[in-house]
């Protein structure tokens, strides 16, 4: 079989587009032929809006999801702000999947402890969906999702959410910053989650996304609770643009973050500042 060219975009059909918040869009894409993406939970494939150019974006749905796969998208630049514009039956380019996401199968057996913050709900949603799925459930111990965003305004996947807090084989735990009317629910930063999480510490493993200034201390807080530096994956997605290496966007030290991630084992990059 002729091997593929990572460099040259699939024309791709938005099948379902919907607004999320402000600033957030959910797309449902199609590739040529309705086959599968074929990636794993925290890969991200390279967005194409023709004539304006291409923009690295996170994976939102499970690779169990067949026929199509979702993203969410933040309009924030010249590529998103096309996207935007874009309309469902319209095209796009998708290049990818691209980098190194979770091993589930790594994660088999164990307590899984989802920590999102923001948008950072979206790659990790890919991770929750394929452990939550009831032909998978079984693989693995609790599941724990800890999510939290500025307001309730800013949610993103409510109606997930609050599927995910009426499940009794998950536990599902939200905060938000700032308290607006109609909020009822905890209030403070994600960190305020975790202090009460009681956790069998032989068998658990934290998996970490969120805005950058959120890492530093989510990892102090899942470190006070005993966890080691092996059993927390942070995803570094944010630093990306190209996708294959060349453009040095995403490098730290000699790490290149489109390759060697963007989910990281957090004991492999701890002495890398410019990482966290």
Known sequence: MEAKNIYVPEVSSIIKKEKMTELETFYDIKLPGGRDLGHEPGQFVEVSVFGIGEAPISISSSHLKKGSFEMVVRNVGNVTGAMERLNEGDKIGIRGPFGHGFKTE???????????????????????NTVIDPNERKKYGR???????????????????????????????????????????????ITTLIPDLKLDLHRTVA???????????????????????????????RKM???????????????????????FNYAYIEDLKEAI
Request: proline fraction near 3%; charge should be positive.
């Open 207 to 237: 998996a970490v996304c969120g805005p950058p200034v959120m890492y530093k201390f989510v990892i102090l807080s899942l470190r006070s609770k005993g966890l080691k530096n092996n059993q927390i994956y942070v995803s570094l997605e």
């Open 106 to 128: 790594e994660f088999e057996g164990k307590d899984i402890v989802i920590i999102a913050g923001g948008i950072g709900l979206v790659p990790l949603r890919s991770l929750i």
């Open 143 to 189: 599941v724990i999702i800890l999510y939290g965003s500025k307001t309730k305004e800013e949610f993103l996947f409510r109606k997930e959410l609050k599927m995910w807090e009426e499940r009794d084989d998950i536990e599902c735990y939200v905060t938000v910053d700032r308290k607006t009317a109609g909020w009822s629910g905890n209030v403070g930063v």
């Open 241 to 263: 643009k190209c996708g294959v290496g060349k453009c040095g966007h995403c490098q730290i030290n000699n790490i290149y973050v489109c390759q060697e991630g963007p989910v």
